[in-house]
C-alpha cells in the first residue's frame, strides 16, 4: 500500500495559476502510474489528468488539455498537477491516486484502475 498526501490547493482568483502536488511514501511509488481526479460540489469525481511511471505517457481530461500539465519527479515520490488559466469550473477537490499495477505504461482515465487515494485538497478558483 501507498499513503498519498496532496498538497498545495488554495484560493486563486479566475485566470490565476496553482500547482498542486501529491507525495507518497510506501511500496515503490516509482513504478506505479499516478492520476489526478476531482469532484466538485454535488458532482461525481472525474478524472483529470494522469502519469504513466516514467512520465512518458500522460492522458488529461478535455476539460484540462492545454492548460493543466502533469509531471512527476520520482526522486522526490512526488507527482505534480500544474494548473493555469484557472476557471471558476475547475473549483473542486483535488485527489490523487497510484493504480494498482506496475510499470505500466497505460494511463487509465478509470477511477477503479486505481488502488490507493489521497485525502484531497481544495482548490476554489473565484470570479
Known amino acids: 500500500q501507498v499513503q498519498l498526501v496532496e498538497s498545495g490547493g488554495g484560493l486563486v482568483q479566475a485566470g490565476g495559476s496553482l500547482r498542486v502536488s501529491c507525495a507518497a511514501s510506501?511500496?515503490?511509488?516509482?513504478?506505479?502510474?499516478v492520476g489526478w481526479f476531482r469532484q466538485a460540489p454535488g458532482k461525481e469525481r472525474e478524472f483529470v489528468a494522469g502519469?504513466?511511471?516514467?512520465?512518458?505517457?500522460?492522458a488529461y481530461a478535455d476539460s484540462v488539455e492545454g492548460r493543466f500539465t502533469i509531471s512527476r519527479d520520482n526522486a522526490k515520490n512526488t507527482v505534480y498537477l500544474q494548473m493555469n488559466s484557472l476557471k471558476p469550473e475547475d473549483t473542486a477537490v483535488y485527489y490523487c491516486?497510484?493504480?494498482?499495477?506496475?510499470?505500466?505504461?497505460?494511463?487509465?482515465?478509470?477511477?477503479?484502475?486505481?488502488?490507493?487515494w489521497g485525502q484531497g485538497t481544495q482548490v476554489t478558483v473565484s470570479s
Open positions: 510506501g511500496r515503490t511509488f516509482s513504478g506505479y502510474t
Open positions: 491516486a497510484a493504480d494498482w499495477k506496475v510499470w505500466s505504461t497505460v494511463v487509465s482515465t478509470r477511477q477503479i484502475s486505481y488502488r490507493d
Open positions: 502519469i504513466n511511471w516514467r512520465g512518458g505517457n500522460t
